[in-house]
């Protein structure tokens, strides 16, 4: 008989020996990629800028986009709406230019949004950098990370621009000591590809709290900046001088992420803005433990129907002779049967993922699952 487990199957399959466990498994990794895309905005209150940032989030797919430079404030950005995206704001405390005190919001996928959590114990009450925290947490979906979404003002005043990035270097500390992959990204006004920057000090300290938040700097060569007007960039003394003129670009949005988390980034050509997107992959990973099928085989066409006579003549029939039970005799019957089978065509089993493909699978397999 052919058998599954408690299955009545073909003659050449059976029921297992009781000492045998019909399932086992085997640990895989499944891979979770979490799109995030940041963009200045300049303002979502210029006219056709929803729609132009709803496009982007459509085009691309995107689960958590960071929307920085809005210039809205905390009250507008509690009623901001975009389909398909639960909306994030700074902390309430978070203090700035008045009705400009919003200048950041994170946008989050519904379907993702359900485990999200907001983290405004990142942030302190001093804070005059807007930023927004957040923890997706969903063990079995391969979930548990931070995301934080920052935008720093161009600050004239040096002692504002030193506080700051205090803020931003506590900030950071905080999401590590959390031991979960963190990813920060926005527009920080900082370019780590250039030396010659007006904070080129900054940025330099700033990688330093990164590495010691045991983070990196994801690279990048694409400018992520372009002024809309053409400017000087040579060093002549004169103001008349017959220099050709360039659009001034910069790398001043950036992105920051575990060292052990897998991340990709990558500049998209299309922006409604002088502001380029970043488009980031977060790759995380989920241990599965693949729970396999257990069938079990007998493989009689390999047994000669001579041996098995043969066996079958060694078996103690008597007692079918001196039962009148039609029960009694049919349990001796089977009894012999199997014992002759255990001896000539013993189970084999056959462990099938149920996850894979059965196109390579005998028929008789296939039956038997």
Same mark, same amino acid.
């Given at each position: ?176 000591? +959390? @031991?979960?992959?963190?990813?920060? &990204?926005?527009? *920080?006004?900082?370019?780590? =590809?250039?030396?010659?920057? %007006? /904070? #080129? ?121 001196? +039962? @009148?039970?039609?029960?009694?005799? &049919?349990?001796? *019957?089977?009894?012999?049967? =199997?014992?002759?089978?255990? %001896? /000539? #065509? ?24």
């Amino acid at each position: 008989m052919r058998k599954s487990q408690g299955e009545k199957t073909n003659d050449n399959y059976g029921k297992p020996p009781l000492h045998l466990a019909a399932d086992s498994g085997q640990s895989t990794v499944k891979h979770t990629s979490i799109k995030t895309l940041t963009i200045n905005v300049s303002g979502l209150k210029s006219y056709g800028r929803i729609d132009q940032v709803r496009n982007l989030l459509i085009k691309y797919k995107i689960d958590v986009a960071v929307l920085t430079e809005t210039e809205i404030s905390h009250d507008m950005a509690k009623t901001f709406n975009i389909d398909g995206y639960k909306v994030f704001c700074p902390p309430h405390f978070t203090t700035g230019p008045r009705g400009k005190e919003a200048g950041v919001i994170t946008l989050v996928a519904k379907d993702i949004a359900i485990y999200a959590i907001e983290r405004p114990d990142l942030n302190n009450k001093e804070d005059t950098i807007p930023s927004v925290w957040i923890q997706l947490k969903n063990i079995k979906a391969g979930l548990n990370c931070i995301i934080g979404g920052v935008y720093r003002r161009n600050r004239k005043s040096t002692d504002e621009v030193k506080k700051e990035f205090l803020q931003l270097q506590q900030q950071f500390l905080g999401a590590a000591q +959390s @031991n979960k992959t963190v990813l920060v &990204l926005g527009d *920080i006004n900082i370019d780590h =590809n250039n030396p010659e920057h %007006k /904070l #080129a000090k900054e940025a330099k300290d700033l990688l330093a709290i990164v590495e010691a938040a045991n983070m990196r700097h994801l690279p990048n060569k694409v400018p992520t900046w372009k002024s809309h007007g053409f400017h000087r960039i040579c060093k002549c003394s004169s103001r008349a001088c017959g220099c050709q003129r360039h659009q001034q670009t910069s790398c001043i949005d950036n992105a920051y992420v575990s060292l052990v988390a897998k991340a990709s980034l990558r500049v998209l050509d299309e922006t409604p803005t002088d502001h380029f997107p970043l488009l980031i992959n977060l790759q995380t990973d989920r241990v599965v433990k693949t729970k396999l099928k257990s069938i079990w085989f007998r493989d009689i066409a390999k047994m000669s129907a001579l041996d098995f006579e043969n066996s079958l003549g060694l078996q103690d029939w008597s007692s079918i002779y001196e +039962s @009148n039970d039609a029960n009694d005799i &049919l349990k001796t *019957i089977l009894a012999n049967t =199997n014992s002759s089978l255990d %001896k /000539l #065509a013993p189970f084999k089993e056959i462990k099938i993922r149920k996850d894979k493909p059965k196109l390579s699978l005998r028929k008789d397999t296939l039956a038997a699952m």
